[in-house]
């Protein structure tokens, strides 16, 4: 079955780090770029970084501002995101999406569940 | 507050056809042609319908189609059936800062 499976979640204290992890299965993942987007709850999705198939490329949300950073491990089919000095405005759900191409096209044809973060005091 | 804006709500009886808005400005929706909506049924992954405007994926059937004017960009879907019952959220790539925004979502209900 293709599929994304986020995990890696959790309740962090604000500064706070977390690793999220999304494995793909059931495609040849190194083929996709990947991104990740996040849903803030009762509010709408925000686009939060990319990366190209080959890892040669990545792009970030304005909102990041150094704190994150995203990869790949291709030979693992898992996409990560690194996140720190994490703000109470980062709880959301985070969704590691497909992008049709190897490069960057901006849209997503494959979605994952996703994995809550949740940062407070 | 979504950076595109979709009406909340829309709805139609089975057989017709109903269009969802997606407005944003000529930073985004207006001045690129990577529009792509998205249908969501609850406890769903979203299902890519349409990218670049205009385009539907394989296995997407031809009563979705698409179309923008100005910095606004439309879904229609046609031969309304009751399993279309679903969210749908447009989005748009806004250039190199903002990247990719989103709709906050119209509630397609089908009488």
């Known amino acids: 079955e293709v599929q994304l499976l986020e995990s890696g979640g959790g309740w962090v204290q604000p500064g706070g780090s977390l690793r999220l992890s999304c494995e793909g299965s059931?495609?040849?993942?190194?083929?996709?770029?990947m991104t990740w987007v996040r849903q803030v709850p009762g509010k709408g999705l925000e686009w939060v970084s990319a990366i190209t198939g080959a890892g040669t490329r990545t792009y970030f949300a304005d909102f990041v501002q150094g704190r994150f950073t995203i990869s790949r491990d291709n030979s693992r089919n898992t996409l990560y995101l690194q996140m720190n000095s994490l703000r109470a405005e980062d709880t959301a759900v985070y969704h590691c999406?497909?992008?049709?191409?190897?490069?960057?096209?901006?849209?997503?044809?494959?979605w994952g569940r996703g994995t809550l973060v949740s940062v407070s005091s | 507050q979504s950076a595109l804006t979709q009406p909340p709500s829309a709805s139609g009886s089975p057989g017709q056809s109903v269009t969802i808005s997606c407005t944003g400005t000529s930073s985004d929706v207006g001045g690129y042609y990577y529009v792509s909506w998205y249908q969501h049924h609850p406890g769903r992954v979203p299902k890519l319908l349409i990218y670049e405007v205009t385009k539907r994926p394989s296995g997407v059937p031809d009563r979705f189609s698409a179309s923008k004017s100005g910095n606004t960009a439309s879904l229609t879907v046609s031969g309304l059936q009751a399993e279309d019952e679903a969210d749908y959220f447009c989005s748009s790539y806004a250039g190199d800062k903002k990247y990719v925004i989103f709709g906050g979502g119209t509630k397609l209900t089908v009488l």
């Open positions: 059931g495609f040849t993942f190194s083929y996709y770029a």
């Open positions: 999406v497909r992008d049709r191409h190897q490069e960057v096209n901006w849209y997503f044809d494959l």
